[in-house]
Nanobody, 125 residues
Framework: QVQLVESGGGLVQAGCSLRLSCANS????????MPWFRQAPGKEREFVAF????????YYADSVKGRFTISRDIARHTVNLQMNRLKPEDTAVYYCAAKKDDSGVISDRYAYDYWGQGTQVTVSS
């Protein structure tokens, strides 16, 4: 049973940083590819970043490229999202997800089997 638990959200001013973490309970953590998505009020859930099972390759949405960094800690079974130079438009509930391989369209939310409960990120101007 895969359980994902996000943490690290909060309220910050524009230009500041936050670090989100997603803990994955499964023993075979390294077999799961994991992304971050976000959903702002009244909008669709959108892709933010993705990291392969091995952690060797990452992908980012254009809107966050150069500001956000996704990484995974194999020993702690966590995937982290370092968010720098935050903007008010980054305000959303951030979700991590997981699936059992690196294949498929990584930005397609329907490709993922498991989701966390989400963590709120609010960026004030």
């Amino acid at each position: 049973q895969v359980q994902l638990v996000e943490s690290g959200g909060g309220l910050v001013q524009a230009g500041c940083s936050l670090r989100l973490s997603c803990a994955n309970s499964v023993r075979t953590f390294s077999r799961y590819a994991m992304p971050w998505f976000r959903q702002a009020p009244g909008k669709e859930r959108e892709f933010v970043a993705f990291i392969t099972c091995s952690g060797g390759t990452t992908y980012y949405a254009d809107s966050v490229k150069g500001r956000f960094t996704i990484s995974r800690d194999i020993a702690r079974h966590t995937v982290n999202l370092q968010m720098n130079r935050l903007k008010p438009e980054d305000t959303a509930v951030y979700y991590c997800a997981a699936k059992k391989d690196d294949s498929g369209v990584i930005s397609d939310r329907y490709a993922y089997d498991y989701w966390g409960q989400g963590t709120q990120v609010t960026v004030s101007s």
